[in-house]
């Protein structure tokens, strides 16, 4: 590789762009994966819970390598000291 030659410096640029770019794609197909996985077990990604809800323990974690660290599963769960749900407005009207 010739770093004076400006054509090879060009189409190293142009290389570098395109792994950067499937380096996105590939974290946003992961990520988009996990949260639709997560969503369809009835999970809860990390985080504060929504307004409305809390997080209660669901078990042991399905992961066994996991549940003997004593790693629990949690899910989420209406809050009924918040409301009637995430559709209670303040003071418990409904919006």
Known sequence: MDFDNP???VLLDLLGVHSQ???SRARHRTTAA????AE???R???GGPPYG???VDAGPHPNRAHAPWGRRLHCLEP???RGRGPTAGPAGRRR
């Open 40 to 42: 369809l077990q009835g």
């Open 7 to 9: 054509r090879q410096l």
């Open 44 to 46: 809860h990604l990390g």
């Open 34 to 37: 996990m949260r639709a996985q």
């Open 21 to 23: 770019r499937e380096v």
């Open 79 to 81: 809050d009924p000291a």
């Open 53 to 55: 809800y809390r997080l």
